[in-house]
């Protein structure tokens, strides 16, 4: 599929801001997300796009404002077909791309696609690798902070791609909770050597609850004295037409970088921002 | 840091700097203290709160600082700068230095000073780092003249295979020279290495 990449409206996020554009009044879009959505809306039920994205101001070892995501929905699946599909997908490159070793390479350590991937929840992983516990990190405002000095660089030790999953429903805005437990959402990011490659979920298909979520995204926004985002009204009014689907975004820039074995993404582009 | 209560902080004709502007270089008063950051990196778990991770160095003690921040937070610069200056003399721990146009004087410890005091002969021209009112470090000439004062004779024929021998120096360093330089010659040292490089001649 193949969407526009300046739209009036992307899912409004706490924390990610939309690159204006034609005077402010669109924006470039933050992921392909609420087209491709609308596509599973219209019947299209296995759909995939590699597309660019913007982000204002997210720059860093890892992060560029513009960035290639690969992004694809199955309808009538759940997160847990997706995890598959990542493992399927990173052997395939690796064995593609890496004849020789079949492996990837972050920090100077192998990760091996073809062994059994290790399987954790967000729980889990707090309690394990930083003893706190992941809902009082959220209330004490400390959930980033833990993640990205304890949890994260404990899971750069694998030697396997790892799938940590489970994320408290208010870090998973557009998805799905868990049949049976409304604190917890059918949420995954996939990991190699630490770094964070790809995000997927069940989707939410239940526009009420969508607009509940964005509306309070936007409250968020506004306390933390951000931009108020306009709502992608096109789409709240035919999600409720979206079949039960689970979608997921993979950033390609970093598969890149972990089968090429350098460790800033600065290495993989042709120009970096501060070289244009 | 008796004597040296004369910090003043200048900061208010600057706009603040924000997190968006943190980057390596970047100058910043942290707690009453100019630090320099040095490494820095953009963080942000999928979805969630930027953070930016910062190390600094204490531009005043050398001590190096872990910090990391949310978006949100702002930061005052500190405005350093950089003059010519004389020194004049020294009086037990403290060091004067003069400006040769404006007859400012400014006073510097010896524990801020490090081993640069070991080049400091009166009349040496060097820049002074400036923080407000304030001099937190000099940078010297990369080659120093100094006379020896003391050093012992070469015995001619000496067969240890020794290639060096200790001698002191007019401001009182000690470092290592070939055998043939005796007491009253000048030297150059090097005072990026602290090591002997050559004998003046006449």
């Not at chain 1, 069940?202 to 306390?223: I, M, V, Y």
């Not at chain 2, 040769?100 to 081993?115: N, R």
């Not at chain 2, 240890?160 to 000048?186: C, H, M, Q």
Request: proline fraction near 5%; glycine fraction near 6%; hydrophobic fraction near 35%.
């Amino acid at each position: 599929m193949e969407t526009p990449l300046l739209i009036p409206a992307n899912a409004p996020e706490e924390h990610i801001n939309p690159v204006a554009a034609l005077s402010s009044s669109w924006q470039l879009q933050t992921s392909p997300e609420i087209c491709m959505k609308r596509l599973l809306c219209a019947g299209h039920n296995k759909i995939f796009q590699i597309s660019r994205c913007w982000r204002e101001g997210e720059r860093g070892t890892r992060h560029l404002s513009e960035f290639t995501m690969l992004e694809w929905y199955r309808a009538g699946c759940d997160y847990q077909t997706l995890m598959t599909d990542c493992e399927e997908l990173l052997q395939y490159v690796a064995a593609t791309c890496q004849p020789e070793r079949r492996t990837f390479m972050r920090q100077s350590v192998q990760i091996n696609p073809h062994a059994p991937w290790h399987r954790l929840t967000v729980q889990d992983a707090f309690s394990e690798y930083s003893q706190a516990d992941v809902w009082e990190c959220l209330r004490k405002g400390i959930y980033e902070e833990v993640l990205t000095a304890e949890v994260e660089p404990a899971l750069a030790g694998f030697d396997v791609p790892v799938i940590l999953m489970d994320y408290p429903a208010e870090l998973a805005a557009l998805a799905r909770t868990k049949p049976g437990n409304p604190l917890l959402a059918e949420r995954f990011e996939l990991y190699v050597g630490g770094l964070e490659l790809a995000n997927g979920f069940s989707e939410l298909n239940d526009p009420h609850e969508q607009r509940r979520r964005f509306e309070e995204a936007n409250r968020e926004r506004s306390t933390a004295g951000q931009k108020i985002l306009p709502l992608p009204e096109p789409f709240l009014s035919t999600l409720a037409s979206m079949p039960d689907s689970a979608g997921i975004a993979l950033g390609v820039d970093r598969l890149v970088m972990v089968t090429a074995g350098v460790d800033t993404i600065d290495e993989i582009v042709a120009f970096s921002p501060e070289d244009l | 840091m008796e004597g040296l209560c004369c910090l003043k902080i200048h900061c208010c004709e600057e706009r603040m700097y924000t997190v968006a502007d943190l980057k390596k270089g970047l100058k910043i008063i942290l707690d009453g203290d100019p630090y320099l950051v040095v490494a820095f990196d953009f963080v942000k778990p999928g979805k969630g709160q930027a953070l930016y991770r910062t190390k600094m160095r204490n531009m005043i003690n050398g001590s190096l600082l872990d910090r990391t921040y949310r978006s949100g937070e702002s930061f005052e610069p500190a405005s350093l700068e950089e003059r010519t200056m004389e020194y004049l003399y020294k009086e037990g721990e403290h060091y004067t230095f003069m400006d040769q146009q404006t007859y400012e004087q400014v006073v510097m410890e010896e524990e801020t000073l490090g081993d640069a005091k070991n080049y400091l002969l009166e009349n040496l021209k060097v820049e002074v780092m400036l923080f407000g009112e304030k001099a937190i470090g000099i940078s010297l000439p990369n080659f120093v003249n100094l006379r020896v004062t003391a050093t012992e004779q070469w015995a001619k024929g000496d067969t240890s295979g020794n290639d060096s021998k200790p001698a002191t120096v007019e401001t009182g360093y000690v470092l290592r020279v070939p055998p043939f330089i005796e007491e009253g010659e000048l030297i150059v040292i090097d005072t990026r290495t602290g090591d002997y490089s050559t004998r003046v001649k006449g």
